[in-house]
Nanobody, 127 residues
Framework: QVQLVESGGGLERTGGSLRLSCAAS????????TGWFRQNPGKDREFVAA????????VYTDSVKGRFTISENSAKDTVYLQMNSLKPEDTAVYYC????????????????????WGQGTQVTVSS
């Protein structure tokens, strides 16, 4: 049973930075794609970024390109989301997800493609 635990959320000002971490336990990230999603109340869960096992391929939603960076530390079974130049519209609960989804497929942006989810961490960006 894979368990994902996010950390690193909090309150930050516009233009600031935060780094989210997603630590896996129970089974390593080997062979899976890991993604970050975000969600606000009453809205659908939105794809943010994903990284393949090995970390040589990444995908981002357009609104975070150039500001967010997803990376992994396979030795620690941890995936990170470095968020720079934060904007108020980045405010959301951020979720880490892992699953056997092909990183180059369109499904990588679909929440239903992921089997394992963390509990979420709140990110709030003040204007």
């Amino acid at each position: 049973q894979v368990q994902l635990v996010e950390s690193g959320g909090g309150l930050e000002r516009t233009g600031g930075s935060l780094r989210l971490s997603c630590a896996a336990s129970g089974r390593p990230f080997s062979g899976v794609t890991t993604g970050w999603f975000r969600q606000n109340p009453g809205k659908d869960r939105e794809f943010v970024a994903a990284i393949n096992w090995g970390g040589d391929y990444t995908v981002y939603t357009d609104s975070v390109k150039g500001r967010f960076t997803i990376s992994e530390n396979s030795a620690k079974d941890t995936v990170y989301l470095q968020m720079n130049s934060l904007k108020p519209e980045d405010t959301a609960v951020y979720y880490c997800a892992a699953g056997h989804v092909v990183i180059t497929s369109t499904q990588v942006r679909e929440p239903l493609a992921y089997e394992y989810w963390g509990q979420g961490t709140q990110v709030t960006v003040s204007s």
